[in-house]
């Protein structure tokens, strides 16, 4: 690996040397941090589909630097995703505007399921709101926590 996909790898290796986790447990990766060189269509390729949600944001999970950035971290919480990848766009003006060129969307943060992308903090949020983020993240596998709390609320 080199470039940017060694940059990033070595950021995550580092985060996790750390004991990384933190408040999100142990899945949630900030591999963003330090990653450096932007990144070729490839790279981001290779980025967005390295894990089922991949989410491009400014700051980290544990501390977002945006308000929408921290929308999208707050509804994957909600729902109880714990593993997924987030890389911090302001450590690298390179790759804050080459996944601009990627997903061609103009705006951070960026959210991906399975390598596709989805969207922003408005279409996630439509998407919390509608239960079409449920359903989409039952497709990766992954249980939302919502679920637990309805089914808790209806036993009452």
């Known amino acids: 690996m080199s470039g940017y996909l060694g940059r990033a790898a070595a950021a995550l290796l580092r985060w996790r040397g750390t004991g990384g986790g933190g408040l999100w447990g142990p899945g949630v990766r900030a591999a963003g941090s330090g990653a450096g060189g932007g990144g070729s269509a490839e790279q981001l390729d290779a980025l967005v589909k390295k894990d089922k949600v991949v989410v491009f944001l400014k700051g980290t999970p544990e501390q977002p630097q945006c308000g929408f950035s921290n929308a999208v971290v707050q509804i994957l919480r909600l729902h109880g995703v714990r593993d997924y990848a987030a890389y911090n766009v302001l450590d690298d003006p390179e790759l804050r505007q080459g996944i601009k060129d990627y997903s061609n969307w103009p705006t951070i943060p960026q959210v991906y399921l399975n390598g596709e992308f989805v969207g922003g903090c408005d279409i996630l949020l439509q ?16 249980h939302s926590a919502l679920l637990d709390e309805k089914k808790d609320q209806d036993s009452k």
């Not at 919390?128 to 993240?137: A, F, P, R, T, Y």
Request: charge should be negative; glycine fraction near 12%; avoid cysteine.
């Open 127 to 142: 998407m919390h709101q509608n239960g079409d983020l449920v359903e989409e993240l039952k497709k990766l596998g992954i």
